[in-house]
């Protein structure tokens, strides 16, 4: 019942933060949702790939995404450039059910009321923490330079030159 629940937080969270129209609401929509969907992988028993999910999405990614936005000046309010005309949002409303569709379908095709049973070995966090902090360490780290140096390069955008006036064209 949990698990449904934060499933439906999680989906109804990333629709809000796909149809809001302001940029940081959806940042914090998008919070919510990858928040909820740490949660479900708590209730599945998978706490290390819930504490993944909560240091490196909310805790990193979201963050970035904000600085980006607060560093760079960009328009946080509604802009009417922006919008899209209400055909182009009914029509991507429409796809987007479509595919839903498609997705269940399939899925209850393939399960048809199996259960699937759990290996609690399998699920150990041993095995997880040896693989990733064994041969994916070095693209964790290599992602995590990435990020920073995306921070440094918005924060270099976002000041204002300072120094010698510029010479006038005339």
């Known amino acids: 019942m949990l698990f449904a629940l934060l499933g439906v937080v999680a989906a109804s969270s990333g629709v809000l933060a796909v149809v809001s129209r302001q940029v940081v609401h959806a940042a ?12 479900c992988y708590l209730v599945l028993g998978a706490e290390v790939v819930a504490l993944v999910q909560v240091l490196v999405y909310v805790g990193a990614i979201v963050v970035l995404v904000l600085f980006a936005l607060m560093l760079t000046r960009a328009p946080i309010g509604r802009s009417a450039d922006l919008d899209s005309p209400w055909q182009q949002r009914l029509a991507a409303g ?21 259960v699937v049973d759990v290996d609690a070995a399998r699920s150990a966090s041993q095995p997880l923490a040896r693989s990733l ?28 030159r300072t120094g010698a006036p510029e010479p006038d064209a005339d």
Request: hydrophobic residues 65%; positive net charge; without cysteine.
């Open 28 to 39: 914090l929509w998008l919070v919510t949702a990858l928040g909820a969907l740490a949660g």
């Open 133 to 160: 902090f064994g041969s994916w360490v070095l693209p964790f780290e290599v992602l995590s330079l990435l990020l920073l140096a995306a921070l440094v390069a918005a924060l270099v955008l976002s000041r204002e």
């Open 94 to 114: 429409v796809v987007a059910a479509g595919t839903t569709g498609l997705l269940a379908a399939v899925l209850l095709t393939g399960v048809r009321g199996r």
